[in-house]
């Protein structure tokens, strides 16, 4: 018997367990130098519990040794076109937003910095940038930003801040609430304002749920990401979906005057364009609904895909996946775990002539597949599918696009 695990979110139930995926890829941002010790990488154990009550969700199983940051990942978005044009609409968003010139952004979990440095060039702004995975030059840097590489101490090492920004590390935290609770002791009587961004869990676990990964500890809808945030001492100001629908962010605030969220309009030229709501009873429904059908939804996304590679394979085609992030990485996992596809492909110099964790897909540069002759480029991420096809056009091929 296993200790209950209590809801971060609410704190108000004990999670239930609604899904085990078995043993599945820990270093989804790793990309190692030879097949072998790809192959040899560790595998760690999804077991998903449920909030019942906010419908919160995390990796019952997670443990936090096996998992350690350092400059060996690679998880950045930047060399995508659709990536950039949507971090720069966030920039000016944020930069219009909040009053931030001349004051201080606490970016925690900032990557290599580009959206940061972006950011303090657009708003007037300093920055302070923190990520154990950032493999840059460490201090101040031209565009106001500082940079350091390692986890933010939050203590009293961390700078006065006018609004904290947290992209896509809320999810990676074993402790999510303890985290927001410490940076509200740190707003202390200031007026601080904060944007959290992370995987929108009511996507995710309505489809396959291929962003279901190691290093994702928690997994948040619109109403369990509220409800963390409120329960953590914050105002939330707003919430919506971006990019597609697959992320998901909260607008947060402490001792600033403001309308609160149900006053938040919809602004028709930013990246919240259409996508501003307040996360109610309804929206927490909703994930219930996709929770409870998700075992099963996964199990046989899993099986089609498998079969869809094979029938591919046996007309004749040479299938090529596009994108060799977390998403593909959990893909190949569970759909192609014998290497069956012709290539694996991605726009990150970075990651070409290297191999994938668990199945040791090598990753090459997008050219490989002009000469494959495949008919079918299969994907993972919706979002990109404008950019691929031109992409694909730009090298004479014309394949079909499949979204898995």
């Known amino acids: 018997m296993t200790e209950p695990v209590r809801c971060a979110a609410c704190g108000r139930h004990d999670l239930l367990p609604f899904a085990d995926l078995g043993d599945i890829p820990v270093l989804c941002g790793v990309h190692f130098a030879g097949r072998d010790e790809a192959l040899a990488s560790p595998l760690g154990r999804m077991r998903l519990g449920h909030c019942p009550g906010c419908g919160y969700v995390r990796n019952l199983a997670f443990d936090p040794a096996v998992l350690v940051y350092d400059t060996t990942m690679d998880t950045n978005l930047h ?30 979990g900032c990557g290599q910095g580009e959206f940061l440095r972006e950011l303090c060039q657009v708003a007037g702004c300093r920055g302070v940038g923190y990520d154990a995975m950032y493999a840059g030059p460490v201090g101040p840097d031209p565009s106001g930003a500082v940079l350091h590489a390692g986890h933010a101490p939050l203590d009293d090492r961390t700078p006065a801040f006018d609004l904290v920004t947290s992209r896509h590390w809320f999810e990676h935290l074993d402790d999510p609430y303890g985290f927001l609770v410490r940076l509200r002791e740190l707003a202390g009587d200031r007026p601080v304002h904060g944007y959290l961004e992370v995987p929108d869990a009511g996507y995710d676990l309505a489809t396959a749920g291929w962003e279901v990964i190691y290093p994702h500890v928690s997994y948040f809808d619109g109403y369990s990401l509220c409800r963390i945030a409120e329960r953590a001492g914050w105002r939330v100001e707003a919430t919506g979906r971006l990019f597609s629908g697959m992320f998901r962010f909260v607008e947060i605030s402490v001792n600033a005057a403001g309308p609160g969220r149900e006053a938040v309009p919809v602004d028709p030229t930013g990246p919240v364009s259409g996508a501003v709501e307040a996360a109610g009873p309804a929206d927490r429904d909703r994930q219930l609904a996709s929770i409870a059908g998700f075992a099963r939804r996964h199990a046989a996304e899993r099986d089609r895909w498998r079969g869809t590679i094979d029938r591919l394979i046996r007309a004749g085609d040479r299938p090529v996946l596009w994108g060799a992030g977390s998403r593909g990485v959990q893909f190949l996992h569970l759909a192609d775990p014998d290497r069956r596809l012709a290539a694996v492909v991605d726009v990150n110099p970075r990651k070409w002539g290297r191999f994938l964790p668990v199945t040791g897909h090598e990753v090459t540069a997008p050219e490989t597949v002009a000469g494959l002759g495949t008919r079918t480029v299969i994907i993972t991420n919706p979002a990109y599918r404008t950019e691929i096809n031109a992409a694909l056009r730009q090298l004479g091929v014309y394949a079909d696009l499949l979204v898995a």
Do not use: C, M, Y
């Not at 044009?85 to 909040?98: P, Q």
């Open 79 to 108: 060399h995508s076109p659709a990536f950039q044009s949507f971090s720069a609409e966030l920039v000016k968003h944020l930069a219009e937003r909040f009053p931030l010139r001349g004051g201080t952004v606490l970016d925690v």
